[in-house]
């Protein structure tokens, strides 16, 4: 399966909002609310930021925000901060029934 | 505080055999799926496959069945990435992640990542 569809890069500036998409015709996107976000700063492993689409786990900001429509899922971060750079990543399923997941190609995120 | 602490960083030759692992602690270890993800150098994440601790149950990426072997030893709290032949393609940072399935899709606890490198 191919991976799901990022930009390869979005920028903003500090305070501002921006939004990373994440599509895929050949998974769950659009299926289920079984999407989830990943934040990776360099040299760190990845960071669960939002689940079930919309859901943030404890300790995450509220600055980060999920939403989906049809086969595309989004990523919202506002207010940026410069610490907010870092790659991020959404996931969904390939294939339920044997829980095989497919990651998108990652976004880098740049504080300007 | 759910822990997964990954054996270290690996330097082989192609054609050598490797076994790396992921402990896992603070939860229980045999009722929750441990999954494998590799990410290449300068790449993004890749899925490989999971494992049930519990009773083995183990499922694959097409992209990596027969490429690799996953397993577990739920006495240590313990699962395994294992391939028989490297080669140079397989250097990569290879994290372990639990994976929750119940209703949702989420990996919350990821391990620190093993750097494998295989060079001649």
């Known amino acids: 399966q191919s991976a799901l569809t990022q930009p390869a890069s979005v920028s903003g500036s500090p305070g501002q909002s921006t939004t990373i998409s994440c599509s895929g015709t050949n998974s769950h996107v659009g299926s289920y609310y079984l999407v989830s976000w990943y934040q990776q700063h360099p040299g760190n492993g990845p960071k669960l930021i939002i689940y079930?689409?919309?859901k943030r786990p404890s300790g995450v900001s509220d600055r980060f925000s999920g939403s989906k429509s049809g086969d595309t899922a989004s990523l919202t971060i506002s207010g940026l901060q410069a610490e907010d750079e870092a790659d991020y990543y959404c996931?969904?399923?390939?294939?339920?029934?044997?829980?095989?997941?497919?990651f998108g190609g990652g976004t880098k995120l740049t504080v300007l | 505080e759910v822990q997964l602490v990954q054996s270290g960083a690996e330097v082989k030759k192609p054609g050598e055999s490797l076994k790396i692992s992921c402990k896992g602690s603070?939860?229980?270890?045999?009722?929750?799926?441990i999954a494998w993800v590799r990410q290449m150098p300068g790449k993004g994440l890749e899925w490989m496959g999971i494992?049930?601790?519990?009773?083995?149950?183990?499922r694959y990426s097409p992209s990596f069945q027969g490429q690799v072997t996953i397993s577990s030893d739920k006495s240590i709290n313990t699962a395994y990435l294992q391939w028989s032949s490297l080669r140079a393609s397989d250097s990569a940072m290879y994290y372990c992640?639990?994976?929750?399935?119940?209703?949702?899709?989420?990996?919350?606890?990821w391990g620190q990542g093993t750097r494998v490198t295989v060079s001649s």
């Open positions: 603070g939860y229980s270890f045999t009722t929750s799926w």
């Open positions: 494992i049930y601790p519990g009773d083995s149950d183990t």
């Open positions: 079930d689409v919309n």
């Open positions: 996931c969904s399923y390939a294939d339920i029934s044997t829980f095989h997941v497919i």
């Open positions: 992640a639990r994976q929750v399935v119940a209703a949702t899709l989420l990996f919350d606890s």
